[in-house]
């Protein structure tokens, strides 16, 4: 899989997350100096979930590391097809909408936490989420991306 990922879109993908974030956040989410495939590597690899949504009417993820697929029990072909709504369950969605125009507003927030599903129906709750706007290298708005490193299971 990771020889999949290594194509320049996802690099340059990745590149906007990681610069975005450090928009945002003041830090690095990965080390710096590294190459592009040690880049996607590190990221792929990650003790933390990776995700990002693209800018369509209905957001898809475009994006999500090893560990987010494990949690939400997708391979990537399936997960960046799946809209990000999706991810929540239906009486979570006008909260994961607030999330997100929060989120538009205000550039990031670091504190989130909400009730997520998996393919398979498995709730799991996350804490002190990332989330932040994406803006490309001529600051055009990109979409929006989400890291966390904490969650339990529901149920």
């Given at each position: 899989?990771?020889?999949?990922?290594?194509?320049?879109?996802?690099?340059?993908?990745?590149?906007?997350?990681?610069?975005?974030?450090?928009?945002?956040?003041?830090?690095?989410?990965?080390?710096?100096?590294?190459?592009?495939?040690?880049?996607?590597?590190?990221?792929?690899?990650?003790?933390?979930?990776?995700?990002?949504?693209?800018?369509?009417?209905?957001?898809?993820?475009?994006?999500?590391?090893?560990?987010?697929?494990?949690?939400?029990?997708?391979?990537?072909?399936?997960?960046?097809?799946?809209?990000?709504?999706?991810?929540?369950?239906m009486i979570s969605r006008e909260e994961r909408q607030r999330?997100?125009?929060?989120?538009?507003?205000?550039?990031?927030?670091?504190?989130?936490?909400?009730?997520?599903?998996?393919?398979?129906?498995?709730?799991?709750?996350?804490?002190?989420?990332?989330?932040?706007?994406?803006?490309?290298?001529?600051?055009?708005?990109?979409?929006?991306?989400?890291?966390?490193?904490?969650?339990?299971?529901?149920?």
């Open positions: 899989m990771l020889e999949r990922l290594q194509s320049k879109a996802i690099q340059n993908h990745l590149v906007v997350v990681l610069d975005s974030f450090e928009s945002c956040f003041n830090k690095r989410l990965i080390g710096s100096g590294l190459s592009p495939v040690e880049m996607v590597e590190a990221i792929w690899k990650a003790e933390f979930v990776l995700v990002s949504h693209g800018v369509e009417s209905d957001p898809v993820f475009n994006f999500g590391n090893e560990m987010a697929l494990r949690l939400f029990e997708l391979d990537f072909d399936a997960f960046t097809r799946l809209p990000s709504r999706k991810s929540a369950e999330l997100l125009d929060e989120v538009a507003a205000r550039g990031c927030i670091s504190d989130y936490t909400g009730i997520r599903i998996s393919s398979s129906g498995r709730r799991f709750y996350i804490e002190n989420a990332k989330v932040w706007n994406l803006y490309d290298g001529s600051q055009e708005y990109y979409g929006q991306a989400a890291m966390f490193k904490s969650w339990k299971y529901l149920g």
